[in-house]
Nanobody, 122 residues
């Protein structure tokens, strides 16, 4: 059973930076994808970024140029470096993983973490 544990969420001021981490355990495959979703109170869940074990990455338009996703295959750990944070980035951020799916256009990922809260104040 794959388990995902997120960390790194915090409260920061607008313009600041945060780095989220997601450690995956139970993964035996060498090819897989991991990603990040977020959900703010009263809003729909939104895909943020994804990275495949082949090095591929994809981003939502809202975070392009500000966020960088990276995957350490040896550690099965996914990172999300978030710079130039805005109040609208405030949300619970969820780590996801899947054997085949590698796009944040859909939320049909197999595995989900419990989430880590990011709060950006103006």
């Amino acid at each position: 059973q794959v388990q995902l544990v997120e960390s790194g969420g915090d409260s920061v001021q607008a313009g600041g930076s945060l780095r989220l981490s997601c450690a995956a355990s139970g993964y035996t495959r060498s090819d897989y994808c991991m990603g990040w979703f977020r959900q703010a109170p009263g809003k729909e869940r939104e895909g943020v970024a994804a990275s495949g074990s082949d090095g591929s990455t994809s981003y939502a338009n809202s975070v392009k140029g500000r966020f960088t996703v990276s995957l350490d295959n040896n550690k099965h750990t996914l990172y999300l470096q978030m710079n130039s944070l805005k109040p609208e980035d405030t949300a619970m951020y969820y780590c996801v993983a899947d054997d085949l799916l590698c796009t944040v256009v859909t939320d049909a990922w197999d595995y989900w973490g419990q989430g880590t809260q990011v709060t950006v104040s103006s």
